[in-house]
């Protein structure tokens, strides 16, 4: 979600005549963009405005703007106080803030003057057809993110984006199709639609719609070659949104799915609404309907109140599920949250580790198998990067390929069968087998 708010501020400010630069303490305007989903990424954001300060300092006439999580909904009045060399603070997808500073300041490019004298710049860059930041149309635009459901309601009791992100709200259906319509213009080829529950998408628009009918509408653009959605929740993902996935050929038979625990008291605590067996009932109904999809998951290890038995009885539900990846993280405790307010961190952080471990080693032996199945098969790759020497991509399943071939930037953007003859548990190596049919 960052990414994408990112894309879209530095579009912004392109359209008013800044440039990307690549050294952010000799920049005019510098945007720090943030997340507060863990502790160890707050950590980095003090360290981050430390040596911003020491820049300000030494440049007064610089612009520093602070947006994100970090900022939230609410918080700006109190960081205005703790961070006063800061000139801007920015919610969560909204530059607004920015925009009606840099018009006080006149700090944009002249040749708008006289059209911004009329409208202000918000009007100005909403109206504009804006394209991909420089940087990215440079480095790769291959692939996009674009969010389509924004803040979340649903308040798991460990989770601090509802009290950052504010409340659930979906944006208009056009102006979701036109912001695809754009990439797809500038070259992009897969598009991930973004929300925290992207699968409550259009429930509470004037005109209520779903997920699945904007994947259709979405796979009806001409240019684009894949589609995916992140990030689901079980007790939202129906049959009508499966269905759409196993019958649009472009929609990739990939799903995150979020378990977070394979214990139905820890999940209880945390707040997620279903149970271990309302889980394993959702994988069964997706297998039925997409023999094929790879179905990743996060979990959180360490939950307050953890034990050892309830983190085996996790261990046990990931062998027997089988995902295709774990996205793993360890509990760290966020203010305001329920799981703050009323249950102890009593997990040790070194129990806490041991577990993360444990776990990744499971994952790593179920990735190993699976990955090692693929050897000697032919699938077909995104290419959307140079790395390690070789030019590297994706699978529909959204497993990372690397190609024995020369790094060629005609490569990127295409689609092409590879055929793999290695894997490890997170990648594989193969050779060009023929052009994309």
Known sequence: MNEADSRRVASELEHLGYQPSDAPEESDLVILNTCVVKQQAEDRIYGRLGSLKTAKERRPDMTLALMGCFVGVKEAPRLQKTFPFVDVF?????????????????????????????????????????????????????????????????????????????????????????????????????????????????????????????????????????????????????????????????????LEVPIQAGNDEVLEGMRRGYTVDDFRRLTDRIRSRIPDAAINTDIIVGFPGETDAQFEDTCNVCQEIGFDKIHLSKYSERPKTVAARFHPDTVSEKDKTRRWHQLDGIQRELLAVKQQQTVGETVEVLIDRHAKGRPGGRTPHNKLVYIDAEPHESLLGQTRAVTIHHATPYSMIGSLAGAHA
Request: hydrophobic fraction near 40%; include cysteine; charged fraction near 30%.
């Open 90 to 254: 920015m919610p969560p997808s909204d530059s607004g803030p920015l925009l009606d500073y840099l018009q006080q300041t006149k700090l944009y490019d002249g040749a708008l003057e006289a059209e911004a004298q009329d409208r202000n710049l918000r009007d100005l860059v909403q109206d504009a057809d804006l394209l991909l930041p420089i940087e990215q149309r440079k480095a790769n635009a291959i692939s996009a993110h674009v969010p389509i459901v924004l803040g979340c309601s649903h308040a798991c009791s460990f989770c601090i984006i509802p009290y950052r992100r504010g409340r659930e709200r979906s944006r208009e259906r056009q102006d979701v199709l036109q912001e695809v319509r754009l990439l797809v213009d500038q070259g992009v080829k897969e598009i991930t639609l973004l929300g925290q529950i992207v699968d409550r998408y259009g429930l509470e628009l004037d005109a209520p719609t779903t997920l699945a009918r904007l994947l259709r509408d979405v796979h009806e653009i001409e240019g684009l070659e894949r589609i995916r959605f992140l990030t689901s929740h079980p007790n939202w993902m129906t049959d009508e949104l499966l269905d759409a996935v196993a019958e649009l050929p472009r929609a990739m038979p990939h």
